[in-house]
T-cell receptor
């Protein structure tokens, strides 16, 4: 089964509200990354959190990591219509392979 | 924007045709990857490369093959396309070395096999 599972699968909010997405994984990780994908396009890297970090911020993004629960969350504050996209977590299980295992993604719709 | 390019962006072909999906990056990255993604689903790694003349199969079995003759170029080939190969194919690259973990993605090729 997949390493990463995300919930919710879909989220619809109004502009200005906060959006929270969760990711759970099964094995030990080197780091966890969040990516964004606009419809039918490639992925864009948003933020990376290492296994020894608990929280990280980048602009309106806040990521937390709980290695004891093997889970992470991505919070987007003050959402905008342009944030509408699919968001994927990806885990790097280490070994310097660079290989990532992606979750199923959360589709976020921000209504203007 | 990442300097990684994929062509074609869209391809519709008949069963049995041989196709090559192109991927090029100008960032000098050693590591390159091919993912397969069905609509609304997660990405599955099908091939990766650590450098020139290095290729490995990914976690998802694929009938495609890849080559890495030049650092910047990582083409994917299907010898005989079938409808089951219909999907989106995403190419990515990353640097080597400690703490160089971010992958940069191309725009993808959406393949439809009739």
């Amino acid at each position: 089964s997949q390493q990463g599972e995300e919930d919710p699968q879909a989220l619809s909010i109004q502009e200005g509200e906060n959006a929270t997405m969760n990711c759970s994984y099964k094995t030990s990780i080197n780091n966890l990354q969040w990516y964004r994908q606009n419809s039918g396009r490639g992925l864009v890297h948003l933020i990376l959190i290492r296994s020894n970090e608990r929280e990280k911020h980048s602009g309106r993004l806040r990521v937390t990591l709980d290695t004891s629960k093997k889970s992470s969350s991505l919070l987007i504050t003050a959402s905008r219509a342009a944030d509408t996209a699919s968001y994927f977590c990806a885990t790097d299980v280490g070994g310097n392979t660079g290989k990532l295992i992606f979750g199923q993604g959360t589709t976020l719709q921000v209504k203007p | 924007e990442a300097d990684i390019y994929q062509t074609p962006r869209y391809l519709v072909i008949g069963t049995g045709k041989k196709i090559t999906l192109e991927c090029s990056q100008t960032m000098g990255h050693d590591k390159m990857y091919w993912y397969q993604q069905d609509p609304g689903m997660e990405l599955h790694l099908i091939h990766y490369s650590y450098g020139v003349n290095s290729t490995e199969k990914g976690d998802l079995s694929s009938e495609s093959t890849v080559s890495r003759i030049r650092t910047e170029h990582f083409p994917l080939t299907l010898e005989s396309a079938r409808p089951s190969h219909t999907s989106q194919y995403l190419c990515a690259s990353s640097e080597s070395g400690p703490r160089k973990d971010t992958q940069y993605f191309g725009p993808g090729t959406r393949l439809t096999v009739l």
